[in-house]
């Protein structure tokens, strides 16, 4: 067991860079994806919704052969850690905004009008008054998120990135004196690890935020 857990351990670092990159992708995009789902224009937010429900309803890992095997700039195509960074930051940028879209949505409406009333612009408003409340109140949404997607990075293994499920799939390739499952519960093992730290502050967070409104 512990030659299957350091050979598993040394994929942690990639498994880590996979998820916050993906996830920090994600929060920006995501930004400007909500706003385009709140436009006034109608064109502009059946275009944006029409984007996220398309990218929610492929699966990730399809997702991931697409832009692996399918993206191509002249003669050089896409390494495996790019093309898992850019399909994973995609999803979550799609899952991200809406998670945005539902904060901005719980704001009272009145408040808008009160502060134009009070000179500020919409501009001002959104920034300075609507966000730092929607910020918070998405929190708690976001870390729930970003627990799924320590998870989901996994699939990056599918095409060659050397995280915690690559490194454990060549381990029991290469022993076959060593039972197969050895690696893969080093490797739920440390998800665990990674995941219950993130789940019990998403959850206090959002307790405290209750418990604060």
């Known amino acids: 067991m512990a030659e299957a857990f350091l050979a598993v351990i040394i994929g942690l670092p990639m498994t880590l860079l996979v998820t916050a990159l993906a996830f920090t992708t994600g929060a920006i995009l995501g930004f400007p994806i909500m706003l385009g789902m709140r436009s006034r224009f109608v064109v502009v937010r059946l275009v944006i919704r029409l984007m996220v429900d398309i ?56 408040q808008t009008e009160a502060s134009l009333a009070l000179g500020l612009t919409p501009t001002t408003t959104f920034l300075r008054i609507q966000t730092p409340q929607a910020i918070r109140t998405v929190l708690p949404s976001m870390s729930t998120f970003l627990l799924a997607l320590v998870k989901d990075s996994s699939i990056a293994s599918t095409i060659g990135v050397m995280d915690l499920v690559f490194r454990a799939s060549q381990f029991a390739r290469q022993n076959p004196d060593i039972p197969g499952i050895a690696p893969f519960l080093v490797a739920a093992a440390v998800y665990l690890i990674i995941s219950i730290p993130i789940a019990i502050f998403a959850r206090r967070l959002d307790a405290k935020l209750k418990g604060a409104g």
């Open 55 to 110: 990218i929610r309803a492929v699966p990730p890992i399809v997702w991931l052969f697409l832009i692996y095997f399918g993206v191509q700039i002249g003669s050089i195509r896409l390494d495996s850690l790019t093309a898992a960074v850019i399909g994973l930051g995609l999803i979550a940028s799609a899952y991200l905004a809406e998670v945005y879209r539902g904060g901005y949505s719980t704001l009272p409406k009145g």
